[in-house]
Nanobody
Framework: QVQLVESGGGLVQAGDSLRLSCTASGRTFTTYAMGWFRQAPGKEREFVVAINRSGADTSHADSVKGRFTISRDGAKNTVFLQMNSLKPEDTAVYYC????????????WGQGTQVTVSS
């Protein structure tokens, strides 16, 4: 069992940057691939960015390429989402997720953190 806790959300202006953190419980953090998803009001949850277990490979949604970066720190059991050049359309609840493999469905989810970008 893995518990995920997100932090770092808030209210920012368009063009600003924000860094989200997701800290995982347990000693097996490095054995999980991690991802970030988001859900805007009235919309379905969508994939944002992911990183594999080794940290060597990442994947991004087209809407965030060049602006968002995912990284992980095994010593801190934490995965980060650096968001630059934020846009109002990035406003959503952001969720951290973990999966036991580098592909397939995610097994564990955090509770989410709100990001609001004003124009």
């Amino acid at each position: 069992q893995v518990q995920l806790v997100e932090s770092g959300g808030g209210l920012v202006q368009a063009g600003d940057s924000l860094r989200l953190s997701c800290t995982a419980s347990g000693r097996t953090f490095t054995t999980y691939a991690m991802g970030w998803f988001r859900q805007a009001p009235g919309k379905e949850r969508e994939f944002v960015v992911a990183i594999n277990r080794s940290g060597a490979d990442t994947s991004h949604a087209d809407s965030v390429k060049g602006r968002f970066t995912i990284s992980r720190d095994g010593a801190k059991n934490t995965v980060f989402l650096q968001m630059n050049s934020l846009k109002p359309e990035d406003t959503a609840v952001y969720y951290c997720a973990a999966r036991k493999r580098d592909w397939g469905a995610y097994d564990y989810w955090g509770q989410g953190t709100q990001v609001t970008v004003s124009s």
